[in-house]
């Protein structure tokens, strides 16, 4: 039996807005495991952006428990938050989030210089998953000089670079067209193949189609989980 590596036990997000108490998300219990590929799905105000936020440890729940590797992180400051961010989770953005006037060598190095790693380690690090992504000859290149499916490739290597338990990707293919949005869902399923657990946010349906499990937020909740039927395969180029 895999090992669950994130559990979530009647977990809460509550705003406050004009002077009413929104639940956002509402008594959300599930389990993602080691090596999953997860896509999670809602239309806007559903609760899923919440609830990516928090396993994602960039915000705490109001209640509930939300625990990532076995730690608790309902109890952690900022710092420790940070920390687990950095070590345990790899980020990837609709809009790459790349530094505009860094190449792409340093921007997959940025993670590892808050990590402590030294200057020669980061750059061969940083240089050996830009190669993995198939851009060993774009390493000096800004993201201007790149394409939109090259500028992802060089967000998934940032991602990677610290060596996650998990891949958070929040519409990572939201701003490019289909062929290269199915070369983006190639490179993560040949990653989940290898054994990093992937959870993709998207409001897409058929790129829901490439992950192996579908949970549905509506109004905080979940409405459905369950494994995805005729899952496609595509291909990592």
């Known amino acids: 039996m895999t090992t669950p590596l994130l559990e979530t036990h009647d977990l809460v997000k509550d705003y406050a807005i004009g002077g009413e108490i929104v639940h956002a998300v509402n008594n959300v219990s599930l389990s993602i495991s080691r ?3 997860v896509a999670i799905m809602g239309a806007s105000g559903s609760g899923k952006s919440t609830f990516m936020n928090m396993i994602g440890c ?3 729940p109001t209640s ?5 590797d076995g730690i608790d992180t309902k109890s952690l400051d900022s710092d420790a938050l940070a920390e687990i961010r950095n070590r345990k989770i790899g980020f990837v953005f609709q809009q790459f989030n790349l530094l505009a006037r860094t190449s792409a060598l340093d921007n997959v190095a940025v993670p590892l210089i808050y990590a402590g790693i030294g200057y020669a380690e980061r750059r061969q690090r940083a240089q050996d998953k830009l190669e993995a992504m198939g851009l060993a000859n774009r390493l000096q290149n800004t993201p201007a000089k790149l394409s939109g499916g090259q500028q992802q490739r060089v967000a998934i290597a940032r991602a990677l670079v610290t060596d996650p338990l998990m891949l958070l990707a ?3 293919t939201g701003a ?3 062929q290269t ?9 040949k990653l989940n193949d290898d054994g990093i657990t992937v959870v993709l946010v998207t409001h897409e349906p058929d790129i829901a189609e490439y992950a192996a499990r579908r949970i549905v937020f509506r109004d905080g909740q979940v409405i459905e989980d369950a494994a995805v039927k005729s899952r496609r395969r595509a291909s990592a180029v």
């Not at 949005?181 to 399923?189: K, R």
């Open 35 to 37: 090596g999953e590929f």
């Open 58 to 60: 960039l915000d705490v």
């Open 64 to 68: 509930g428990t939300l625990s990532l």
């Open 170 to 172: 929040d519409e990572p």
């Open 176 to 178: 490019l067209d289909t």
């Open 181 to 189: 949005s199915l070369d983006i869902m190639g490179i993560f399923q």
